[in-house]
T-cell receptor, first 114, second 112 residues
């Protein structure tokens, strides 16, 4: 079992829906990440939060809106998604954004856009 | 320059054999090289990581070899087992950066 918990595990939504993905960690990590992974491809970084502040946005479309309410919780709000946004969305955390801090991944939310 | 090139794309090894996956990079600023293992339906799990001040790191059956002058690093899995069948990703980052640059992945199959 991973120490980064993501919910839901699966999500099917229409292009006009609004939904949210949730990620929790209780390891005391202060950096949290969202990645997108398409089938048979490596994870692609979307956002990084450091001490609850957004530090990196990899030019992600505004239909994806991240939120970090506290140091243990990370949300990704979804609105008006496109079929090409169907993918596995992974959350990760690391102890801090310093040198050589390994990132620990959750098992992801598999998102399907109809 | 930000790329990490990983080979082979897929690999089939007999049980008990040695699995070898290679990665190469151009950016000499990279200073942290982790390997991740991913099973179907799961997130990537950190397997082993190395920094460029050492040439080799071993953890159980898994060994990273690092060649700084050639800008290459590789993962060796000794006595490969069917349970090692998974996709393996090498990655690199630099200077405490929060970005991991991933290789394209290798799908490893261990035949019993």
């Amino acid at each position: 079992d991973t120490e980064v918990t993501q919910t839901p595990k699966h999500l099917v939504m229409g292009m006009t829906n609004k939904k949210s993905l949730k990620c929790e960690q209780h390891m005391g990590h202060r950096a949290m990440y969202w990645y997108k992974q398409k089938a048979k491809k490596p994870p692609e970084l979307m956002f990084v939060y450091s001490y609850e502040k957004l530090s990196i946005n990899e030019s992600v479309p505004s239909r994806f809106s991240p939120e970090c309410p506290n140091s243990s919780l990370l949300n990704l709000h979804l609105h008006a998604l496109q079929p090409e946004d169907s993918a596995l969305y992974l959350c990760a955390s690391s102890q801090q954004t310093g040198l050589y801090q390994p990132q620990h991944f959750g098992d992801g939310t598999r998102l399907s856009i109809l | 320059q930000q790329q990490v090139k990983q080979s082979p794309q897929s690999l089939i090894v007999q049980k008990g054999g040695i699995s070898i996956i290679n990665c190469a990079y151009e950016n000499t600023a990279f200073d942290y090289f982790p390997w991740y293992q991913q099973f179907p339906g799961k997130g990537p799990a950190l397997l082993i990581a190395i920094r460029p001040d050492v040439s080799e790191k071993k953890e159980g059956r898994f060994t990273i070899s690092f060649n700084k002058s050639a800008k290459q690093f590789s993962l060796h899995i000794m006595d490969s087992q069917p349970g090692d069948s998974a996709t393996y990703f090498c990655a690199a980052s630099w200077g405490g950066a929060q970005k991991l640059v991933f290789g394209q992945g290798t799908r490893l199959t261990i035949n019993p």
